[in-house]
């Protein structure tokens, strides 16, 4: 009988031992589980830190440049309400999409901007040339009628 409960007590001894076994090999793979995951979310989360650190110096680079665009200098602008109004618009701007549509509205007016001026300069131009040329005209008629009439 000793020996019977002797045999028995072995063999919860053996019989726990496996299970102590067994569920430190569970927490071990849980605990690399764990540091896998812990490790994947601190990549991602340094991932999204870089992210938003190149949107904010995109965004502020946008924003400086629409300012450049538009001619935003204090020194510049007569009406400072003209000036708090664009300022104001320019921080209602959150992301980096809308600051380049912005962007790119503010380039395509630049642009017409410039080609009207264009086109009002070679007006000008024309203008001129025409102006000088019928002043020449009127000269040289002028010129022509005093030598008759002399």
Same mark, same amino acid.
């Given at each position: $009988?000793?020996? +019977?409960?002797? !045999?028995?007590?072995? #063999? *919860?001894?053996? #019989?726990?031992?496996?299970?102590? #076994? %067994?569920?430190?090999?569970?927490?071990?793979?849980?605990?690399? !589980?764990?540091?896998?995951?812990?490790?994947?979310?601190?990549?991602?989360?340094?991932?999204?830190?870089?992210?938003?650190? $190149?949107?904010?110096?995109?965004?502020?680079?946008?924003?400086?440049?629409?300012?450049?665009? /538009?001619?935003? *200098?204090?020194?510049? =602008?007569?009406?400072?309400?003209?000036?708090?109004?664009? +300022?104001? +618009?320019?921080?209602?701007?959150? !992301?980096?999409?809308?600051?380049?549509?912005?962007?790119?509205?503010?380039?395509?007016?630049?642009?017409? =901007? =410039?080609?009207?001026?264009?086109? +009002? /300069? %070679?007006?000008?131009?024309?203008?001129?040339? !025409? =102006?000088?040329?019928?002043?020449?005209?009127?000269?040289?008629?002028?010129?022509?009628?005093?030598?008759?009439?002399?």
């Amino acid at each position: $009988m000793t020996q +019977e409960l002797t !045999s028995q007590w072995l #063999a *919860e001894i053996k #019989a726990l031992k496996q299970q102590i #076994a %067994e569920l430190q090999a569970e927490h071990d793979a849980g605990w690399q !589980s764990a540091e896998k995951w812990r490790k994947l979310y601190n990549i991602e989360a340094e991932q999204r830190r870089t992210d938003a650190q $190149m949107a904010q110096q995109t965004i502020a680079s946008l924003k400086a440049q629409i300012q450049q665009i /538009q001619g935003i *200098e204090e020194a510049r =602008l007569d009406d400072p309400t003209v000036a708090t109004a664009i +300022e104001q +618009e320019v921080e209602q701007l959150k !992301s980096v999409e809308e600051l380049q549509a912005k962007l790119i509205t503010v380039t395509k007016e630049r642009d017409r =901007l =410039l080609q009207a001026l264009k086109t +009002e /300069q %070679e007006n000008h131009t024309q203008t001129r040339k !025409s =102006l000088t040329t019928a002043l020449g005209d009127a000269i040289d008629g002028l010129t022509k009628e005093k030598r008759v009439k002399e």
